[in-house]
């Protein structure tokens, strides 16, 4: 049995990982579940509004006593933009407490501080190796495997989180950053053939454009590497997106965690490559983007949170700005906790003939059904009499004269009447740079390009970043 990373008060460590593991073996009961985050509840919201400057003003007008878990609308909510303005204001414990210092990529927004002290460490990663443990037995039995981290930068926090949870379960893990200017993707691609990896952790841009590269340098995906699991996070991966990674490096796809460096990891994969909601760690709420009415833990909607672990940086009533869709457990993996789908962020909603669709209802027709692409863009144009067309640009490996026209077809009708707008497929040999940049922009600024209107802030963002990028370096 792993133990728990050193630095947290004993009494939380053994409190909490005993409540963890009752969690995971169903032995804990509803009444006890609700009696810890009713405790928890109460715990962060005494300490935030005690110690943290942000929070002093943000919740002074409520009772907070009378605040429990069913009745988290009378709190305001916590957005990015306050994040960005407060700073270190929103700290509710010292920052010498922390164990770690994390920032966010700062690519659209003011980086924001996100540091965390072990009992956050703790309880952020013992729902990850719970997950990996039970992925890995599927996979490799007893034994562990060889692992590669990849990504995405030096002050996030996930080569600290899936490093120590590789580690938790005695798995080797090489950390090879392909944009790194000390690997790129000639060493990562050596590395990953030398050490015959066996599991990657990365985005899912990262493996498609590492796909892309081992080809340009004379790699046979299945021949050269033992790559056998691919474990990705950081952007949107919806059911169809898997399955075309499955196609390329055939090998088993996982929408790994879901979290952000703000919030930590609020749900994790299961065998059965459905995600569970870290339901120990959060009181989740689904509310309406617009009006911010809540839909209470269940439904489709934009995912706000309450952390229950009482870190340095607990947050109140966040707006992840991410669509979701959230349903009471029908999987059969034997893992606890509420299932979760990712859809997308709010912002990154396109109206398309007059209808609004969200990322993954896009990217979801795009790729349904395509195998064997490494990236894909949409344009979007108006015509003179102001309907929308779509034009969806293709990447594909092989020789595209073979399966590109009957691929192409395919896409085009299911495009244009899932989304229910003309659309049109071009093969591309190069879409650039821009749709690897999703995990440090957005999926919206990676993958369309809307010539409706003038870019957005973050398109130019993302065209930044890709002119300084490439899979080449």
């Given at each position: 049995?792993?133990?728990?990373?050193?630095?947290?008060?004993?009494?939380?460590?053994?409190?909490?990982?005993?409540?963890?593991?009752?969690?995971?073996?169903?032995?804990?009961?509803?009444?006890?579940?609700?009696?810890?985050?009713?405790?928890?509840?109460?715990?962060?919201?005494?300490?935030?509004?005690?110690?943290?400057?942000?929070?002093?003003?943000?919740?002074?007008?409520?009772?907070?006593?009378?605040?429990?878990?069913?009745?988290?609308?009378?709190?305001?909510?916590?957005?990015?933009?306050?994040?960005?303005e407060e700073?270190?204001?929103?700290?509710?414990?010292?920052?010498?407490?922390?164990?770690?210092?994390?920032?966010?990529?700062?690519?659209?927004?003011?980086?924001?501080?996100?540091?965390?002290?072990?009992r956050?460490?703790?309880?952020?990663?013992?729902?990850?190796?719970?997950?990996?443990?039970?992925?890995?037995?599927?996979?490799?039995?007893?034994?562990?495997?060889?692992?590669?981290?990849?990504?995405?930068t030096?002050?996030?926090?996930?080569?600290?989180?899936?490093?120590?949870?590789?580690?938790?379960?005695?798995?080797?893990?090489?950390?090879?950053?392909?944009?790194?200017?000390?690997?790129?993707?000639?060493?990562?691609?050596?590395?990953?053939?030398?050490?015959?990896?066996?599991?990657?952790?990365?985005?899912?841009?990262?493996?498609?454009?590492?796909?892309?590269?081992?080809?340009?340098?004379?790699?046979d995906?299945r021949?050269?590497?033992?790559?056998?699991?691919?474990?990705?996070?950081?952007?949107?991966?919806?059911?169809?997106?898997?399955?075309?990674?499955?196609?390329?490096w055939?090998?088993?796809?996982?929408?790994?965690?879901?979290?952000?460096?703000?919030?930590?990891?609020?749900?994790?994969?299961?065998?059965?490559?459905?995600?569970?909601?870290?339901?120990?760690?959060?009181?989740?709420?689904?509310?309406?983007?617009?009006?911010?009415?809540?839909?209470?833990?269940?439904?489709?909607?934009?995912?706000?949170v309450?952390?229950?672990?009482?870190?340095?940086?607990?947050?109140?009533?966040?707006?992840?700005?991410?669509?979701?869709?959230?349903?009471?457990s029908?999987?059969?993996?034997?893992?606890?906790?509420?299932?979760?789908?990712?859809?997308?962020?709010?912002?990154?909603?396109?109206?398309?003939?007059g209808?609004?669709?969200?990322?993954?209802?896009?990217?979801?027709?795009?790729?349904?059904?395509?195998?064997?692409?490494?990236?894909?863009?949409?344009?979007?144009?108006?015509?003179?009499?102001?309907?929308?067309?779509?034009?969806?640009?293709?990447?594909?490996?092989?020789?595209?004269?073979?399966r590109?026209?009957?691929?192409?077809?395919?896409?085009?009708?299911?495009?244009?009447?899932?989304?229910?707008?003309?659309?049109?497929?071009?093969?591309s040999?190069?879409?650039?740079?821009?749709?690897?940049?999703?995990?440090?922009?957005?999926?919206?600024?990676?993958?369309?390009?809307?010539?409706?209107a003038?870019?957005?802030?973050?398109?130019?963002?993302?065209?930044?970043?890709?002119?300084?990028?490439g899979?080449?370096?």
């Amino acid at each position: 049995m792993w133990l728990p990373s050193q630095g947290a008060p004993a009494d939380f460590a053994g409190q909490y990982m005993a409540l963890h593991r009752a969690f995971y073996d169903r032995s804990l009961t509803l009444q006890q579940l609700e009696s810890w985050r009713r405790t928890q509840l109460a715990a962060v919201l005494e300490q935030t509004s005690a110690h943290s400057p942000f929070y002093r003003r943000h919740l002074a007008a409520v009772d907070l006593a009378a605040i429990t878990p069913d009745t988290l609308e009378q709190l305001p909510f916590t957005t990015k933009q306050h994040l960005r303005e407060e700073l270190f204001d929103v700290l509710s414990r010292p920052l010498h407490d922390s164990v770690f210092f994390y920032e966010t990529t700062g690519t659209t927004g003011r980086a924001t501080p996100c540091p965390r002290d072990a009992r956050e460490v703790i309880a952020s990663n013992a729902h990850v190796t719970e997950s990996w443990g039970r992925i890995f037995a599927e996979h490799f039995g007893d034994r562990a495997p060889r692992v590669g981290l990849m990504g995405p930068t030096e002050v996030h926090s996930f080569g600290d989180t899936v490093g120590d949870v590789a580690r938790n379960l005695g798995a080797m893990n090489a950390k090879i950053w392909p944009y790194s200017p000390v690997i790129g993707f000639p060493k990562a691609l050596q590395l990953m053939k030398d050490l015959d990896l066996e599991v990657l952790v990365c985005t899912p841009g990262v493996a498609l454009t590492l796909a892309k590269a081992a080809i340009y340098y004379g790699y046979d995906l299945r021949a050269d590497f033992g790559v056998k699991v691919l474990l990705v996070t950081g952007e949107m991966c919806t059911p169809a997106l898997a399955a075309n990674l499955e196609s390329l490096w055939g090998a088993d796809v996982y929408n790994m965690l879901y979290g952000s460096q703000e919030a930590f990891v609020i749900a994790v994969a299961c065998p059965a490559k459905q995600m569970h909601l870290s339901q120990t760690n959060y009181l989740i709420e689904v509310i309406d983007p617009e009006s911010g009415v809540s839909h209470g833990p269940h439904g489709a909607g934009e995912l706000t949170v309450t952390m229950l672990i009482d870190g340095v940086k607990p947050l109140v009533r966040y707006r992840t700005g991410d669509s979701v869709e959230i349903k009471p457990s029908d999987c059969g993996c034997g893992m606890p906790g509420d299932l979760v789908r990712i859809v997308g962020r709010t912002l990154d909603r396109i109206e398309l003939g007059g209808r609004l669709f969200t990322a993954g209802a896009i990217e979801s027709a795009v790729l349904a059904g395509v195998t064997g692409s490494v990236g894909y863009q949409i344009v979007i144009d108006r015509t003179a009499s102001g309907d929308d067309v779509l034009t969806v640009r293709l990447e594909l490996i092989g020789d595209p004269a073979v399966r590109g026209p009957e691929i192409a077809a395919d896409c085009a009708r299911r495009v244009s009447e899932i989304l229910g707008v003309p659309a049109d497929v071009e093969l591309s040999e190069d879409l650039g740079a821009i749709v690897g940049t999703g995990a440090f922009v957005s999926w919206k600024a990676a993958r369309i390009v809307d010539r409706r209107a003038e870019p957005d802030s973050e398109t130019l963002v993302a065209q930044r970043l890709a002119e300084r990028r490439g899979y080449t370096n």
